[in-house]
């Protein structure tokens, strides 16, 4: 359950990141202006972006207040503790709440309107269940 709703979550949250891309138009731009039609060229146009820390991987140092207040995890060193002390159900609602909150359609428009093209989404390598034990 808790990786189905980060696949969800991570589905919306690159949908709203994909500001361009080779065969779409551009998904982020105000119904009254025309779509982008220009391809993003490496070899013409820079890279400028920024890191959405915490969006999957919640680390506490970076997120304090959401970790602690929000999440209910304040005394844990870990997701693993977290969930683990939480229980699945709680944890489950805990993070899907985190996903949705944490980087908004807000926050990928003012992204866009300080002339970024990039976000980088860190994720954890457990997002691909088959490398995760069935006891973890």
Same mark, same amino acid.
């Given at each position: 359950m808790m990786l189905n709703n980060k696949f969800a979550a991570l589905s919306s949250l690159l949908a709203m990141a994909s500001a361009r891309s080779i065969n779409s138009k551009a998904l982020i731009i105000p119904a009254e202006?025309? &779509?982008v039609s220009r391809r993003w060229d490496p070899g013409f146009d820079k890279v400028r972006g920024?890191?959405?820390g915490s969006q999957f991987i919640v680390e506490q140092w970076m997120a304090h207040d959401e970790w602690t207040y929000n999440m209910g995890c304040g005394q844990f060193e870990?997701?693993?503790q977290c969930v683990q002390s939480l229980g699945q159900e709680?944890?489950?609602t805990?993070? &899907?709440?985190?996903?949705?909150?944490?980087i908004t359609q807000d926050d990928i428009t003012k992204i866009k309107s300080y002339g970024l093209n990039t976000v980088r989404?860190?994720?954890g390598y457990w997002i691909k269940e088959d490398l995760v034990k069935d006891d973890e």
């Open positions: 202006r025309p &779509a920024v890191n959405l870990d997701e693993w709680a944890a489950d805990a993070f &899907a709440k985190h996903w949705q909150s944490w989404i860190p994720v």
